[in-house]
């Protein structure tokens, strides 16, 4: 005798309430998991670890919500048992408790250091907040994961217990065998549904979060504001239109001094280096390094150097310079600290000094004098710079170290004591008198250790020799955004041909 059609609906639904009750548990549990963590003092106190090991807040800040995301998703899942369920909950708290905030805020006025206000752009805003949705929703994937796990050999027993008891109560024998091969078939098709779903959704959350680089190289904000709206194009009296930016050109050369090397090189040039006006014009040079780990458009792409020389140019505040940015990055494994290496196998300062500066000399239209030549960078550039410029006094007149270190570190040098002192700027410099004459300025944060520390050794030295110096001090850490304020006061300072 066929059971009826109620009982047979009946019963499909008690047996299917035990996954909606557990999706349930886990959705709720995650969501209570999710106001206990995301709160300031366990988000803060995360952070300032993360802080510790050398990150700014910006992106301490998104690391601690994504792992708190996914301690959200554990939670759940461990207790519930269901993926989704913790997944969806999880997910929740981390739009509520991070990403509304952070969009809250960036809807914000937005000034840049000069005090001009800087335009949202929206599309730009979009597309990092699905980039965080992805990185949220696959946080909280490999957290469900973990809990799963951990509950199938933490609390499988009393699972099962709790699972028998469930059925035993809520079926009787025969009615579930009744009712089991009718509710087998549309169980397999849900789940080879669901399990196709997941596998695609999968895909699409990897592909999305693998362009979130730049938010952990550089800071989440990144891109998200464009040049303030000061900068207009101009008409001469004859009639030529001036652009209102520079342009950014991407070059390549062919290095000596690197065997053969093809390198890169990013080349920021003037709004009237094109013009009729600029034909016979030529430019002072600043020369930019970068950090490591780091590439050659990061001065442009995280640090606005070009933003702000259009915008400082717009103003009057600076002359039309050329600006170098080029790739810094020795072999695999160890930083270059755009340094010789103590085997000479990798000659990066030659590099910088021997093949880029002539070759840019000889094929864009600079002034080629000590006088109208800059280097600088952050970090390890800020070194490299320094570096540099001490030992090539006759080559660069001016320096620019921004979060920069004085004494030779790093595995290049082979750890021989008297190579490294020959590359510590603050040894060389009290005996090289030919690079005195050398102009320094100096940013650090106040927040930014030891690299703070280091900045303010060396002004004191500077102090005692008597070299010409500025020293820029911002509140804050190691980061691009107080590197981006530091290279806006920079422009201004390089007083070129003095």
Known sequence: ??????????????????????????????????????????????????????????????????????????????????KLGALLGAWIVFLFGYLFGFIQHETQPTYDPGGHLEPLVVGALIHTSILMNALALLSAFIGAAVGVALSVVLLDPLYRLARSLWYRYSHTQKETGQIYASTTRQRTIFTTIGSWFAVVAMIALLVLASGSTELFIYYPEIGLHTVPNITKSTVTRGGETIPSHGTVVTDTLISPTLGGQKRTILVYLPP?????????????????????????????????????????????????????????????????????????????????VNDVVKYVDSKYRTIADVAHRAIGGLSMGGFGATNIAVHHPEVFGYVISLGGYYHAEGSIWDNNAAYMRLNSPADVLPTNKHAWKLQFFLGAGTKDQPYYTYTQQFAQELDRLHIAYQLDVQQGYHSWIIWQTQMYNALPWLRWGQ
Do not use: C
């Open 272 to 352: 009237t280096y094109y013009t009729q006006i600029g034909q016979t014009k030529r430019y002072p040079t600043l020369y930019l390094l970068h950090g490591s780990p780091g590439q050659a458009h990061d001065w442009f792409a995280a640090g606005k150097a070009n933003q702000s020389a259009d915008t400082l140019i717009a103003l009057g505040k600076i002359p039309e310079l050329i600006m170098v940015l080029p790739d810094g990055n020795g072999r695999p494994g160890a930083t270059s600290e755009w340094g010789n290496s103590y085997d000479q196998r990798q000659l990066i300062e030659s590099y910088v």
């Open 1 to 82: 005798m066929k059971p009826s059609t109620k009982s047979t609906n009946r019963h499909f639904l008690l047996r299917w309430n035990l996954p909606v009750l557990l999706f349930f548990i886990s959705l709720t549990i995650a969501l209570a998991s999710g106001i206990l963590l995301f709160n300031a003092a366990v988000i803060g106190g995360l952070s300032s670890t993360i802080i510790n090991v050398g990150l700014d807040p910006s992106r301490s800040q998104l690391i601690a919500v994504l792992i708190m995301t996914a301690t959200t998703a554990l939670a759940g899942a461990f207790i519930g048992r269901s």
